[in-house]
């Protein structure tokens, strides 16, 4: 079964079948930089600031990879 995704030029739907399931591990790895920044204020740890990049480039990587796999979903239909 092949679920329809809307290609337009207007921005995309926040909700589309490719992003659905990492919404949650996207949210949940945004609220660790943020727990990771705040624990290098309080501590001045480089740990702390080394994983949040980390985390950072991590969801950097999978957004990108998002978009290609809907693009490909659009292409797919046309």
Not at 43 to 68: C, M, N, T
């Amino acid at each position: 079964m092949r679920l329809a995704v809307k290609c337009t030029n207007v921005p995309r739907e926040w909700a589309t079948p490719v992003r659905a399931d990492w919404c949650p591990l996207i949210h949940q790895s945004l609220q660790a930089i943020d727990r990771h920044n705040q624990l290098w204020f309080v501590s001045k740890d480089p740990f702390h600031l080394q994983q949040a990049q980390v985390l950072r480039e991590y969801v950097g990587r999978l957004k990108i990879w998002i978009h290609q796999q809907e693009a490909r979903q659009c292409s797919d239909l046309k």
